[in-house]
């Protein structure tokens, strides 16, 4: 009898996970890696924060909490805190009941349910996303239900920038009603961020146009250091009185990555409507997980509305953007004092963990099998995998690389 499943053709690996097991089972010594999104401390090894720890033995040493489910939308302490951290303790969107959050799971968790009540409640078919982008966000939205996906303009090769008129042109081609996916702050993978006069030249077209943009806001804090710095975009909307959607991952800025803590953020115009987008979006929940898991939210929460923690929290965020911020100064003068051709004040410029080097496929390839030094193909690198330990060797190894494998133009297309 002939298999049910003998006809399934091989699914194609996902780049990041198969660079990290490739990763662990090298037995280089020297093996770096660059690839996966996770904070490292400088010796390289996982950072659970301090305040964290100290939550978590509270948690644990209280009789009073148990494993019961939570809520369909999930520990409603947990999405009011989070969604205050996002617009502003002092938000008059909050105050006047136009705001609200659901706790998912993490992040791409939030993605997805969003994607499927956009497309399935609000009928919504065409999304656009980036060029480049975090390469999920297309995997998510067609599998929640959108027909089109489009790309619109974000970087310039030459110049190394954002290219916002090209961006503004394929935002303004849009259809009415297309969402448009934002990242609220440290871009991935480029690490470059529109300014605050770009960002209200966006906002006024999405206006004029009638999109609808979705902010996915995976680094607030973690970015720059800067609760609110790091929340400008999401917050700018707000103000406009522009009806959003915004993804919050707590993986980044909490180290909390295995829990799955997110939330999914609404801004509307009309406080009537709540009720039944609530409802839709318990359906919506019920049918994919039933409910989010407990222990995160409690972290988070617990954290976010306790003064003393928030304020040690904070601190903890400031190492991990400082720590990251010193790595971009320690590979440029590094490369700069070896003379690797090209031009490298991009990897200073850019912002949060990752740095969209600009390095060509065929030195990416070089650098994974003659290094040992793992990236994704389309070199970008986690700052986070950089320290005082491996800092030369990773320099010049790409020094050596594109001495060895120069491109047409420069050494950095980023």
Not at 86 to 114: H, M
Not at 205 to 215: A, G, S, T
């Amino acid at each position: 009898m002939s298999s049910r499943f003998g006809g399934l053709k091989l699914g194609p690996p996902i780049e990041v996970f198969a660079l990290q097991k490739a990763f662990v089972e090298d037995n280089y010594e020297k093996k770096v890696n660059l690839s996966i999104g996770a904070f490292r401390t400088n010796e390289g090894k996982p950072w659970v924060l301090p305040v964290v720890r100290k939550v978590e033995k509270s948690l644990a040493a209280d009789e009073l909490q148990n494993h019961e489910y939570l809520p369909v939308l999930g520990l409603e302490a947990f999405s009011q805190a989070a969604t205050s951290m996002l617009l502003g303790a002092d938000s008059p969107i909050i105050a006047q009941g136009r705001a609200f959050g659901i706790q998912t799971l993490s992040g791409t968790g939030a993605l997805r349910v969003a994607a499927e009540f956009m497309s399935r409640i609000l009928h919504y078919d065409t999304f656009y996303y980036s060029k480049p982008t975090w390469e999920n966000h297309k995997l998510v939205f067609i599998n929640g239900g959108f027909k089109k996906a489009c790309e619109y303009t974000y970087w310039n090769s030459d110049t190394r920038s954002i290219d916002i008129e090209a961006m503004l042109k394929d935002l303004d081609d849009a259809p009415e009603n297309a969402v448009i996916i934002f990242h609220a702050c440290a871009h991935n993978p480029t690490g470059c961020d529109p300014t605050p006069e770009q960002w209200t030249r966006i906002a006024n077209l999405v206006q004029r146009k009638r999109l609808f943009p979705v902010f996915d806001s995976a680094y607030q804090g973690f970015a720059s250091g800067d609760l609110n710095k790091d929340a400008y975009a999401v917050r700018l909307f707000a103000e406009l009185g522009i009806e959003f959607i915004c993804t919050q991952s707590f993986a980044k800025n909490f180290g909390l990555y295995n829990e799955r803590i997110g939330n999914l953020v609404l801004v509307i115009s009309d406080i009537k409507n709540v009720p039944q987008i609530k409802s839709q979006l318990t359906l919506i929940v019920r049918g994919m997980y039933s409910n989010p898991p407990n222990h995160g939210a409690r972290i988070v929460a617990t954290v976010l509305r306790n003064p003393d923690l928030f304020k040690e929290w904070k601190g903890h965020i400031c190492t991990m953007s400082n720590r990251i911020k010193e790595m971009r100064t320690s590979l440029y003068e590094r490369l700069v004092r070896l003379g690797t051709p090209g031009s490298w004040e991009h990897i200073t410029q850019q912002i949060g963990m990752f740095c969209y080097t600009g390095l060509a496929e065929r030195q990416v390839e070089h650098l994974i099998n003659h290094y040992h030094i793992y990236l994704l193909r389309s070199g970008r690198i986690n700052m986070c995998g950089l320290n005082e330990v491996n800092l030369d060797y990773v320099a010049n190894a790409i020094y050596e690389t594109v001495l060895l494998f120069p491109q047409n133009k420069t050494s950095c297309t980023c």
